[in-house]
Nanobody
Framework: QVQLVESGGGLVQPGESLRLSCAPSGFTLDYYNIGWFRQAPGKEREGVSCIKRTDESIDYADSVKGRFTISRDNVKNTVYLQMNSLKSEDTAVYYC????????????????????WGQGTQVTVSS
């Protein structure tokens, strides 16, 4: 049974930072694509960042470029989302997602591209 466990969410003030972690059980991360998504209250879930298994492609949503950084620690089998200069509009539940089906395409923000999802971690940015 594949499980994705996100952690690292919390309440921070605007301008502060958080680092989210995503650790799967049952799969080795470096062989698959990982995506980070978020869903704010009353809004649809949107892609934030993704990383292809070989690190040949990394992508970010325009709204987080220059502030968020996705990375992978293959030894710890964990993917991170470093979030700096957080804004109130970053408030959302953040999800990681795992694609296990082979693909030659770059990583994607299409939800249907992913096979497994975590339960989400809440990030609240408020003064």
């Amino acid at each position: 049974q594949v499980q994705l466990v996100e952690s690292g969410g919390g309440l921070v003030q605007p301008g502060e930072s958080l680092r989210l972690s995503c650790a799967p059980s049952g799969f080795t991360l470096d062989y698959y694509n990982i995506g980070w998504f978020r869903q704010a209250p009353g809004k649809e879930r949107e892609g934030v960042s993704c990383i292809k298994r070989t690190d040949e492609s990394i992508d970010y949503a325009d709204s987080v470029k220059g502030r968020f950084t996705i990375s992978r620690d293959n030894v710890k089998n964990t993917v991170y989302l470093q979030m700096n200069s957080l804004k109130s509009e970053d408030t959302a539940v953040y999800y990681c997602a795992l694609r296990v089906r082979p693909t030659v395409l770059p990583c994607s923000f299409r939800e249907s591209s992913y096979d497994y999802w975590g339960q989400g971690t809440q990030v609240t940015v408020s003064s």
